[in-house]
T-cell receptor, first 116, second 115 residues
C-alpha cells in the first residue's frame, strides 16, 4: 500500500488565487512528520513546510500553510495568492518514527501551473 | 554556507563502467541520504547514514554502495552501471533539533545517463 498519496498529477491556478494540493498518508506510528517540497524546472528540491504529528496547530510559512487533519490522515498544502514563480512540481513526504535515521517517503508529486 | 553540494552535475556512462558521486554538507548535520528520482516520480531512498560511521540500506539499494567518509561527506558508488540506473541522484542531510523537528536539505542533484 502506498504510504503517501498525491491524487492530483497536475493542476492549474490563476495568478493571485489560492490553491490546495492534496496529500494523504498511511502510517501506524504515533510519531511522524509531514513535509512539502517544491521542485522547480531547474530540478532542485526546496523545503517549504513541516508539520509534526503532535503539533496542535497547522503549520504556516509565509504564503504556505499546511491543512493537517490527523483523523483523516491528510496534510494538504495551501498556497495563497499564487505567483507565476509557484509553477513547479510539489512533493509531499512523510518521516515515520522517532529513530535517528529520519528517512523520508515521498509521494509521486503534483505539477502546478500558475496562469497569468 | 554552501549547504549541500554534489559533484558532478551531469554524467554519461557506458554500461559496466563504474563511478562515484560525491556529496558534502557544511551544516554540521549528523544524518545524510542518497535518493534517486526517476522521470515523473518522487524520490526513493537508496542508502542513508544516520551518523558518522554508520550506513544502512534504503528502499532501492541494489547496485549501489556508499561510504560515509567523515561527518561532512557521503559518497555513492556504482560499481557496474546499468541503463536502469539512469536517473537524477539527490544527496540530502538533516539534523534533529531539541523540539523534535527535523528537515532534510537537498543538494542540486546529479543527472546520470547510462547508455
Amino acid at each position: 500500500a502506498q504510504k503517501i498519496t498525491q491524487t492530483q498529477p497536475g493542476m492549474f491556478v490563476q495568478e493571485k488565487e489560492a490553491v490546495t494540493l492534496d496529500c494523504t498518508y498511511d502510517t501506524s506510528d504515533q510519531s511522524y512528520g509531514l513535509f512539502w517540497y517544491k521542485q522547480p524546472s531547474s530540478g532542485e528540491m526546496i523545503f517549504l513546510i513541516y508539520q509534526g504529528s503532535y503539533d496542535e496547530q497547522n503549520a504556516t510559512e509565509g504564503r504556505y500553510s499546511l491543512n493537517f487533519q490527523k483523523a483523516r490522515k491528510s496534510a494538504n498544502l495551501v498556497i495563497s495568492a499564487s505567483q507565476l514563480g509557484d509553477s513547479a512540481m510539489y512533493f509531499c513526504a512523510m518521516r515515520e518514527g522517532r529513530d535517528s535515521s529520519y528517512k523520508l517517503i515521498f509521494g509521486s508529486g503534483t505539477r502546478l501551473l500558475v496562469r497569468p | 554556507n554552501a549547504g549541500v553540494t554534489q559533484t558532478p552535475k551531469f554524467q554519461v556512462l557506458k554500461t559496466g563502467q563504474s563511478m562515484t558521486l560525491q556529496c558534502a554538507q557544511d551544516m554540521n548535520h549528523n544524518s545524510m541520504y542518497w535518493y534517486r528520482q526517476d522521470p515523473g516520480m518522487g524520490l526513493r531512498l537508496i542508502y542513508y547514514s544516520a551518523s558518522e560511521g554508520t550506513t544502512d540500506k534504503g528502499e532501492v539499494p541494489n547496485g549501489y554502495n556508499v561510504s560515509r567518509l567523515n561527518k561532512r561527506e557521503f559518497s555513492l558508488r556504482l560499481e557496474s552501471a546499468a541503463p536502469s540506473q539512469t536517473s537524477v541522484y539527490f544527496c540530502a542531510s538533516s539534523e534533529k533539533y531539541r523540539d523534535g523537528t527535523d528537515t532534510q536539505y537537498f543538494g542540486p542533484g546529479t543527472r546520470l545517463t547510462v547508455l
